[in-house]
């Protein structure tokens, strides 16, 4: 499955919204080159009254609903799209994530078709997964170690 289509459609909704929010997890990774697959999108938002009314029209706009799959505290808001197999989760804490504004800083930005979406740097979704600690966070760690150790390689032969 090509997710390009669907990350244009998020991207876009995330624009015509003006949600700041960063792509996280095994989507991102594989946007570095990592060789691994997901069926979702996760992102990193700053939880405000006003982001959470923007996480709405979000959903809305991409013919979704929002859910609160688990307990109140917990700060993930899911917006799910059944009939087109869509499911973006909005997380306002990320294990391994001291701030938003620290992974915002440090994430790059990607274009599909005509937004942009910013993309987690892979030592971020490195750190997240360890510091998850969940059997399918460590079944992926060795192979994007793997691709950030091949990526710095070929930063360092550029120079």
């Given at each position: 499955?090509?997710?390009?289509?669907l990350?244009?459609?998020?991207?876009?909704a995330?624009a015509e919204c003006?949600?700041e929010?960063?792509?996280?997890g095994n989507?991102?990774?594989?946007?570095?080159?990592?060789?691994?697959t997901?069926?979702?999108?996760?992102?990193m938002?700053?939880k405000?009254?006003?982001?959470l009314?923007?996480?709405?029209?979000v959903a809305t706009?991409?013919?979704?609903?929002?859910?609160?799959?688990?307990y109140p505290?917990s700060?993930l808001y899911?917006v799910?799209n059944?009939?087109?197999g869509?499911q973006?989760?909005?997380?306002?804490?990320?294990?391994?994530?001291?701030s938003?504004?620290?992974l915002?800083?440090?994430a790059?930005?990607v274009?599909?078709?005509?937004?942009?979406?910013l993309?987690?740097e892979?030592?971020?979704?490195?750190?997240?997964?360890?510091?998850a600690?969940r059997?399918?966070?460590?079944?992926v760690?060795?192979?994007?170690?793997?691709t950030l150790?091949?990526a710095?390689k070929?930063?360092?032969?550029?120079?």
């Amino acid at each position: 499955m090509n997710g390009a289509p669907l990350l244009e459609r998020i991207a876009d909704a995330l624009a015509e919204c003006r949600l700041e929010a960063v792509l996280i997890g095994n989507a991102a990774a594989a946007l570095h080159g990592a060789p691994v697959t997901t069926v979702d999108f996760d992102f990193m938002f700053r939880k405000t009254e006003g982001n959470l009314g923007k996480i709405r029209k979000v959903a809305t706009k991409l013919g979704g609903i929002v859910r609160r799959p688990y307990y109140p505290a917990s700060g993930l808001y899911r917006v799910v799209n059944d009939a087109a197999g869509l499911q973006v989760d909005f997380m306002s804490t990320v294990h391994g994530v001291r701030s938003f504004s620290g992974l915002k800083s440090r994430a790059r930005r990607v274009m599909f078709g005509r937004s942009d979406l910013l993309v987690a740097e892979l030592a971020d979704i490195i750190r997240s997964k360890k510091a998850a600690d969940r059997p399918h966070d460590r079944a992926v760690l060795e192979v994007l170690e793997k691709t950030l150790h091949e990526a710095q390689k070929g930063e360092a032969d550029k120079k």
